[in-house]
């Protein structure tokens, strides 16, 4: 072997050995968005590996085909996969969304819609159900106090829903950026 071909062949196994470190790391932190490891580290792999058709992903990550299909789902709801075409291929492709900014846009802004719905109705039922108890005149005055003091507490809350409304609002329009710039970093 020629001296070349050792250092290339060095080279390579310590680029390998970087690429496993940040697919590990993705895939220890997917934990975040809701997936298993074994998706974290689908997504890391599509992310540093590229575009790849589910037969590839199971090649290489040695997963079952169902496992492969349930973990591309998953990525795909949380808005960090996509299904892509490709020209003269009859099977899906899929890749990763590489630009992190718009993973946890999609994601988080998602989670955070669902909580505000699910709150906001919730508080509106109860609300309206605390209203009923209030206005009887068939109720104690000290279970009124009761259901009052609860109305006004979960009420309060609305604040708070009202408020992430605003920042899902400011992170999804970009307006975000404005006050809190992205560094892109320079060569150091």
């Known amino acids: 072997m020629t001296s070349q071909l050792k250092k290339d ?4 196994e310590v680029i390998e ?11 220890e932190t997917m934990d975040l968005y809701g997936v ?20 590839q ?5 040695g997963m079952t085909k169902p ?7 998953r990525l795909r709801s ?3 996969v996509q299904k ?8 899906d492709h899929f890749s990763a969304e590489t630009d992190f900014f718009k993973s946890f846009i999609s994601f988080y802004c998602k989670k955070w819609e669902r909580e505000v719905e699910m709150n906001v109705s919730a508080i509106e039922v109860a609300s309206k159900e605390l209203n009923e108890v209030m206005e009887s005149d ?12 609860l109305y006004n507490q979960i009420n309060e809350s609305k604040s708070y829903y009202k408020w992430l409304n605003r920042l899902i609002e400011l992170i999804e329009s970009g307006k975000i950026f404005d006050y809190l710039p992205i560094e892109h970093l320079e060569d150091e």
Do not use: C, F, H
């Open 78 to 80: 949380n808005g960090m």
């Open 17 to 27: 050995r970087a690429k496993q470190t940040v697919i590990g790391a993705i895939a």
């Open 84 to 91: 892509t075409w490709k020209k003269g291929s009859r099977r």
């Open 67 to 73: 496992s492969m299909s349930t973990a591309v789902r």
């Open 138 to 149: 068939q109720v104690s005055r000290g279970i009124k106090d009761y259901a009052e003091n």
């Open 36 to 55: 298993t490891p074994s998706a974290g580290r689908l997504y890391g792999t599509m992310y540093i590996e590229g575009e790849m058709t589910l037969d």
């Open 57 to 61: 992903m199971k090649d290489r990550l």
């Open 9 to 12: 062949e060095t080279a390579l």
